[in-house]
């Protein structure tokens, strides 16, 4: 049986770090594919205007398509040429939530994210993302500094 790591990219330079642990500890697990995904944060809760929502779908397919070439397309061709099973999936959500349903959706086993940096209103409010993952994921959840 495969076991499945999904890294939950957020576009910044911590992720290279999270791809290096991820796939230090698929070495050591032997059979393992990298599920690669990067989650677009979008709350069905925000007001917009009927112009804004008239736009939505096509600026959801943009995004998708952005975040796919620059972010995702690298890092599973990268995971793949040094020699891992590794596939990418993007979309859009809360986060926490989303990153969840993923790993659950391909019966992964472990989630590997890096360190929030969010601050400010937001975050003391809300939360981080990954305070909200770590604390409600089905799964382990390791944080990378």
Request: charged share 25%; proline share 3%.
């Amino acid at each position: 049986m495969t076991t499945k790591i999904v890294i939950g990219l957020d576009g910044t330079e911590t992720g290279e770090r999270v791809i290096t642990f991820a796939k230090d500890l698929a070495k050591l697990i032997g059979s393992c594919e990298l599920v690669v995904a990067y989650v677009i944060e979008w709350s069905p809760y925000t007001f917009q205007t009927p112009e804004e929502n008239a736009q939505r779908h096509k600026r959801r397919e943009e995004e998708v398509d952005l975040a796919t070439s620059r972010i995702v397309t690298p890092a599973v061709e990268a995971l793949r040429e040094a020699g891992f099973e590794a596939q990418g999936v993007v979309r859009h959500g809360d986060v926490a939530e989303t990153l969840n349903a993923i790993t659950m959706e391909m019966g992964g086993s472990q989630i590997v994210v890096g360190r929030s940096s969010a601050d400010g209103i937001k975050k003391r409010i809300f939360g981080s993302s990954t305070q909200n993952l770590v604390m409600h994921a089905d799964v382990p959840v390791t944080v990378v500094n």
